[in-house]
């Protein structure tokens, strides 16, 4: 499986991250990015259309979570932006995993459906608070919460790092697993609960890290993201 760092893209305009895109133009090869809501609610399908044609990979982080019908609806229209990976949240159960697998099914390339389990920025206190009778270790609700999307239609897995090494041993199958709540070591947590450095994530065997804030808010977001790479993917790159 390949391997790679997701630079988030966590920007309030289009200028603000085609300027940050600017820095890595003199690199060989361009980032893969990350649009979430933020960028998408602001610069719209249009920026990500642009992305794409300037040979950006694309991972549309939408964390999409309605009913069923509403969500297909939703894959469909993102249909013609071409991005490479879609996030739906897994709470969204079985039946929303199935309609948006169906969504995707007559695309020439599809996107690698994601399944977002439980959010890196929840500890175990967060969570419980959040989620009425919630009583399972962290572990145990994204192997839960993971298991339902696969078998609904999901492709892959978005969690912590530190469930990776349960998620590996607990599910048979092999999907691609995407991490965020990524932090080289001293780095700020800021509102991540649930960090691993890139070396850790490695270790786990973690597919593809999602990187913010370590990169964006750098002094020098390139030398930062090369750092970043070494340490997650070392000699293989
Ligand atoms: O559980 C999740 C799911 C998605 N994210 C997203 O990843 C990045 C992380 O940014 P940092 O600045 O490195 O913290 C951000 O875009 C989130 O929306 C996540 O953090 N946790």
Known sequence: MEKDVIVALDFPSANVAREFLARFDGEARKPFVKVGMELFYAAGPDFVLELKTKGYKIFLDLKLHDIPNTVAGAVRSLKGLGVDM???????????????????????RPPILLAVTVLTSFSDVGRKEALLGENRSAEDAVYHLAHLALQGGADGVVSSAMEGKYLREHIRQSFPLVCPGIRPAGASAGDQKRVVTPAD??????DYIVVGRPITQAKD????????????????Q
């Not at 969204?92 to 969504?103: I, K, L, Q, T």
């Not at 994530?201 to 973690?206: E, N």
């Not at 030398?223 to 293989?236: D, N, P, V």
């Open 201 to 206: 994530a490695r270790d786990i065997g973690v």
């Open 221 to 236: 977001p390139v030398a930062a993201y090369k750092a970043i790479k070494e340490e997650f993917l070392g000699g293989s």
């Open 86 to 108: 879609l996030t739906l949240h897994a709470s969204g159960g079985r039946e929303m995993f199935m309609r948006a697998r169906e969504a995707v099914k007559d695309m020439k």
